[in-house]
């Protein structure tokens, strides 16, 4: 496991919790919090920061990441060196770094990451939840789920000869997350160009990557000054969290370092004024009643005891704790990647994708909904009925493509052809789609965050888009007694 | 099913004997029968006996009806056929023009007479009579916390069960919760597999997934079968095949039944059949749109040009009840047929037959190219 060990933090936060905490609120009602003053405060003055690590599979993303924590302290020398060993033992000795994020027993046997793992750690200036995310092709839905919550990202891509090419190409997934990440509304990206030292620090290698990424990237959506390449090796620890000392780096390069550069990321506005929205991406039981829920807070602020509402099931519960980065709070807004630990509801009725809300404003639940999407490179086309996979949050759900309403006009959003016949690569289009099971969600003009999706078919991305209008029943009356036959499935027999 | 008595003329009236054997039988007859034939079959009806004291009593009676059809019910679970309608013969228990509704049964002859057997109608006849095609795979698509457990014949698909399960993700320093629910999970699916999959007629038992949850979840099986001594399981190693799919969603059945691995394994599944034409047809949407078409009205066209390759269409518009709009398709079928064309009914319970319903329920491969004139004519899709 990861020890914190940052005790300049933990100072600080004891600094806080000394100072005047905000009185436990008696009756119902929401204490009138002065929530960005609390929230500057908690943080000493550094804010937090959602930050994703994606890329083609052996990129080296964890590798990178688990050094990096290494080199800033957050692992303790007993345990890595415990790593080392086993990892050699297993014959995976240059893993060592990476068990430090991948730490189930199937990731560490096959040398891959399956799930994204989630750790923190500090810079100067901010406190960075970090989210190391699969880069296989077969993981990607999991890889969503951590980019659906981050504010910025590392994009980690091979140097190597022949690797970074084959990353790159259509089958590779540097393409797939740097569209998948853009998508998902990050706008800040820092490429980490790894495994320099293979190649020799060589100028002209780092110069021919940057220009082929630059150019996709720009294409993506990404603005150039928001973009950032450094290179680094994640092996040797280089350029990592200091400036590298290496003669071949230093003659030609002399931008920050890997570290440098996150902590330079601008931190987003965080919504914390509009009605609290949270998007649970695990359900667990933990000690004591009640069972937990963790998710990234994207609008509004929680405090314990509060009443939240959990949707599409529609049933309520009490907040009973708060638990951010292994340290209980009062409260905690948007931008907080929490647990939760809710009493006074099944723990049954709640599963991945659904969304607590504010039960005084609650988000809507519907089958059917109206969005603009934008088509990737597709290899067949879009055709009315088009079975896919809708990807909103943490919420992977069966829909198809129910209408094909009209093809608009790339840029000027102006409508080129109404009902059309089909829908090809690279257009914009306004459809309806329709899921098998309820979901929550948001349109794109009230919460940015919260409205937009991404659509994938066989095993790939064909499309991102964004909610504009919901239709068909909102609130249904969800058949909770649809989940508990589901699960129940497994021990009765219900298919006859 | 067996065929009993055949007394058939093309395009005129006539009637049929025909004996179910097996639930996909009753998925074709469900496809023969229409409002307005007339089926004879045994029944059970129960009866109101009055006995001379006045007091009444019921009992049931098991009697040979024959119904001027009104309703057909088909549940596809179950496949089990429930069709309604008049008595339209004298019987010692029913009125003429009583209401009664006949559940087809098992290895029970019926009788079908219609006044017109058209050609898709006969073709049926002869699929369901035809003892080669009977091949049977099960599989199932699984991801982490979710799997369908499916059985697919010539005819049909049908869901068995379905497993779903929230499974903790890792987290920092426990993953103990995550491996016992993926434990448990499994566990489910093995069970399902030993409820729902008779041995005896499945020939292969496709594992797909994503990722490597399928090669957990084999090793996990027999690791049980082992230790549970579990004999029906160990025998049947060999059919278990370990296949890729994009996800645990029913609808990745069709990459499966697509894989090379699997194709040459099962020579011949009419399912894998259908998915490739459509998948031929989606391939020519996207290469040379005008040459592909859907929508009723634009294949009709296409056809009047002698220009149809390849038809597909499903068999849900052969269930439509209006007679004139039957007629038109069969029509369509007939004419694609005698132009040398090809003509695929796709199965409505087939996961590709299901994607074409949504399409408006047919499609055509043409020869040559046709301009798409009337862009404007609003499609019923």
Known sequence: GVSAETPSKSLAMNEDSAAPTPTRPTGKSKQQLNIRAELEKRQGGKPLLNLVVIGHVDAGKSTLMGHLLYLLGNVNKRTMHKYEQESKKAGKASFAYAWVLDETGEERDRGVTMDVGMTKFETDSKVITLMDAPGHKDFIPNMITGAAQADVAVLVVDASRGEFEAGFEAGGQTREHGLLVRSLGVTQLAVAVNKMDQVNWYQERFRDIVSKLGHFLKQAGFKDSDVFYIPTSGLSGENLTTRSKVADLTAWYTGPCLLEQIDAFKPPQRSVEKPFRLCVSDVFKDQGSGFCVTGKIEAGFIQTGDKVLAMPPNETCTVKGITLHDEALDWAAAGDHVSLTVTGMDIIKINVGCIFCDPKEAIRACTRFRARILLFNIEVPITQGFPVLLHYQTVSEPATIRKLVSVLHKSSGEVLKKKPKCLSKGQNAVVEIQTQRPVALELYKDYKELGRFMLRYVGSTIAAGVVTEVKGSTYPPFPTKHIVILYSSAFFDIAS | ?381
């Not at chain 2, 008595?5 to 179910?20: C, F, S």
């Open chain 2, 1 to 381: 099913m067996k065929l009993v008595h055949k007394d058939i003329e093309k395009d005129n009236a006539g009637q049929v004997t025909l004996i179910p054997e097996e639930a996909e039988d009753m998925w074709h007859t469900y496809n023969l029968l229409q409002v307005g034939d007339s089926l004879r079959a045994s029944t059970i009806r129960k009866v109101q006996t009055e006995s001379s004291t006045g007091s009444v009593g019921s009992s049931r009676v098991r009697t040979t009806l024959t119904l001027c059809v009104e309703t057909i019910d088909f549940d596809s679970q179950a496949c089990q056929l429930r069709v309604k309608g008049t008595n339209i013969q004298e019987n010692q228990y029913v009125k003429m023009g009583a209401y009664h509704t006949i559940e087809l049964e098992l290895n029970r002859k019926f009788t079908l007479a219609k006044k017109v057997w058209d050609s898709v109608v006969l073709d049926r006849i002869e699929q369901a009579c035809d003892p080669a095609q009977k091949a049977d795979v099960a599989a199932v698509v699984m991801q982490e916390g979710l799997a369908n457990l499916v059985l697919v014949t010539p005819a049909m698909t049908l869901l068995r069960a379905k497993v779903e399960v929230t499974i903790p993700r890792k987290r920092k320093g426990s993953c103990t919760q995550h491996d016992k629910a993926l434990e448990r999970f499994y566990e489910a699916v093995m069970q399902g597999i030993l409820r729902h999959f008779s041995f005896d007629v499945v020939k292969c038992i496709l594992v797909a997934s994503p990722g490597f949850v399928k090669d957990q979840f084999i090793s996990y099986l027999f690791k049980e079968a082992v230790r549970q001594d579990c004999k029906i399981l160990l025998e049947n190693r060999s059919k278990f095949m370990v296949v890729h799919s994009s996800s645990g969603h029913k609808y990745s059945l069709k990459e499966v039944l697509c894989d090379p691995a699997v194709t040459a394994r099962l020579s011949d599944t009419k399912a894998a059949g259908e998915v490739k034409a459509f998948e031929d047809f989606y391939k020519m949407l996207q290469q040379e749109p005008d040459r592909a078409f859907y929508g009723l009205a634009h294949v009709e066209r296409a056809s009047e040009a002698l220009a149809v390759d390849i038809l597909l269409i499903s068999d849900k518009l052969f269930r439509h009840q209006d007679i004139a709009t039957r007629s038109r398709y069969v029509r369509l079928v007939d004419n694609v047929k005698e132009n040398g064309g090809n003509v695929r009914i796709f199965s409505s319970l087939h996961v590709s037959g299901d994607q074409l319903n949504q399409l408006s329920g047919v499609a055509a491969i043409l020869r040559f190219p046709i301009a798409d004139v009337s862009e404007q004519s609003s499609e019923e899709c």
